[in-house]
């Protein structure tokens, strides 16, 4: 039997009289109204939100700054721009149209020069990577100098630039960092190691690490795969084999950037480098650096 009698006898039976029925009737039919109430009022509220943001904000916020513009227009007094009307319709003055041409690469390469914010490579951002010439061998302005990835070594800003991306790929390639034994020697440095080595090391003032540009690789770094891949990648970034490091010393972990004395000419060069002493015997085996305490990790196949 549903909820809705029909029968007379059943008034009685389910809601006791007929008062009685029409109140529950008429709750239920003021609950459907209500909620059919709420449906619409929800939908209209939606259809005008989305015809506010589709319709009439596109079209307040593209004229209103169109108007304000009029005002600039020569013959357009201030308080007198046309309204949003003559402007949809083509009556209003029109606005001078103005080519401005695009940004030139030398006024584009200008101003990321100059910029603060500019830096030339990721992997050393604060360096400046220019080239600036100020002191003597040995005794560089340390504001020409930057410090490389591993906070000790120091060299000339485009040389370090430069090392730095090519570090970078080093790291892509084996998972670490390159290892240096030496880099940027000040005067004082260079004697020490004159001290050391005698003749197989520069006089302090001549030698190449006192103009930032050169670099001594670790024991580990310079031969096997490593070596390898550094001989292979190394002139990419500008860094070779000094002439006098293949001919009058064997020295493979010594590497400068550019060839502004790689081939011996100038300073420093191997006419710089001392002789050994009359009599004295060349040693026949490579005189390498004192290795690195830390053992290199197998390269990632």
Not at 17 to 36: A, Y
Not at 137 to 154: E, F, I, M, S
Not at 217 to 227: A, Q, S
Request: contains cysteine; aromatic residues 10%; negative net charge.
């Amino acid at each position: 039997m549903g909820p809705h009698p029909t029968l007379p006898e059943e008034f009685g039976q389910w809601y006791g009289h007929r008062r009685l029925w029409r109140q529950v009737t008429t709750q239920e039919i003021s609950i459907r109204v209500h909620h059919r109430r709420r449906k619409v009022a929800v939908r209209a509220a939606v259809l005008g939100s989305f015809a506010f943001a589709m319709v009439v904000y596109p079209i307040f916020g593209t004229l209103s700054p169109a108007a304000s513009a009029l005002q600039l227009v020569p013959g357009v007094t201030v308080g007198q721009a046309p309204d949003t009307v003559e402007v949809i319709l083509g009556t209003a003055p029109g606005l001078a149209s103005v080519a401005l041409p695009p940004p030139s690469i030398d006024a584009t390469a200008h101003f990321l020069a100059v910029s603060s914010a500019f830096t030339p490579s990721a992997y050393l951002p604060n360096c400046s990577g220019v080239r600036v010439d100020a002191g003597s061998n040995g005794n560089l302005d340390p504001a020409t100098l930057c410090v490389v990835w591993d906070g000790t070594h120091y060299l000339r800003a485009d040389a370090a630039v430069a090392l730095a991306e090519l570090n970078h790929r080093f790291v892509l390639r084996f998972g670490r960092n390159l290892c240096l034994s030496s880099a940027y020697r000040s005067v004082g440095d260079q004697a020490s190691v004159k001290a050391t080595r005698g003749y197989l090391a520069a006089r302090p003032g001549l030698s190449p690490h006192g103009w930032g540009i050169a670099i001594d690789l670790c024991y580990t770094d310079y031969k096997g795969v490593y070596g390898e891949w550094w001989k292979a990648n190394a002139a990419a970034y500008g860094f070779v084999h000094p002439h006098w490091a293949e001919t009058s010393l064997w020295e493979p972990w010594h590497w400068e950037y550019g060839t502004e004395y790689a081939d011996g000419s100038g300073v420093p060069g191997d006419a710089n480098i001392d002789q050994p002493p009359s009599g004295a015997d060349v040693p026949s085996t490579t005189v390498d650096p004192v290795p690195d305490p830390t053992p290199a990790p197998s390269p990632t196949p």
